[in-house]
């Protein structure tokens, strides 16, 4: 289970973090109240309290979300790119099924899953992500 200190060491880094109960925010304006403040952390991470850890996809960054319990995988998309992903910073995800977040540089302009196969998404700065070391809230694994 993330720490205060992991929510403060991602903060000290810049990211945004929120606290989130499995996968959803436990803030009332979710990922809008994301926070790279360490009083802010410290107030959510308080008394010791159990959190999952989110965090906001900073701006100069796009999330590939891959979802293969709906057909979502790094293969059905470079076959539909013709050619590899390139190598990233990645967070597997805690189900153990093959699901994971990849990180890339934001190419710009407007984004969309339109014309992505099934199950992988598109997340930016309008969203976030669960990051480790969260725990996964079906299997307790760790992301």
Same mark, same amino acid.
């Given at each position: 289970?993330p720490?205060l ?6 903060a000290?880094q810049?990211? %945004?973090?929120? #606290? =989130? ?6 803030t @009332? ?5 994301a ?5 802010q952390v410290r107030q ?5 309290a +159990?959190?999952?850890l989110?965090? +906001?996809?900073p701006g100069h960054?796009?999330? =590939?979300?891959?979802d293969? @319990?709906?057909?979502?995988t790094?293969e059905?998309?470079? +076959?539909?790119l013709?050619? #590899? ?7 597997h995800?805690g @189900?153990?099924?093959g699901? +994971?977040? %990849?990180?890339?540089?934001?190419p ?6 339109r014309r992505?196969p099934?199950g992988i998404d ?8 669960v990051?480790?070391p969260s =725990?996964? #809230?079906d299997?307790?694994k760790?992301?």
């Amino acid at each position: 289970m993330p720490t205060l200190e992991d929510a403060l060491s991602y903060a000290a880094q810049g990211w %945004r973090v929120l #606290p =989130l109960r499995g996968k959803i925010p436990l803030t @009332r304006h979710g990922v809008k109240d994301a926070s790279c403040d360490p009083a802010q952390v410290r107030q959510w991470w308080a008394h010791g309290a +159990q959190h999952n850890l989110g965090a +906001q996809v900073p701006g100069h960054l796009v999330v =590939l979300d891959f979802d293969p @319990r709906n057909g979502g995988t790094v293969e059905a998309l470079e +076959q539909l790119l013709r050619a #590899p992903l390139p190598d990233t910073l990645t967070a597997h995800s805690g @189900r153990g099924d093959g699901g +994971q977040h %990849r990180y890339y540089l934001h190419p710009g302009g407007q984004l969309s899953s339109r014309r992505l196969p099934p199950g992988i998404d598109v997340k930016t700065a309008s969203g976030y992500c669960v990051i480790p070391p969260s =725990l996964h #809230p079906d299997t307790g694994k760790p992301y």
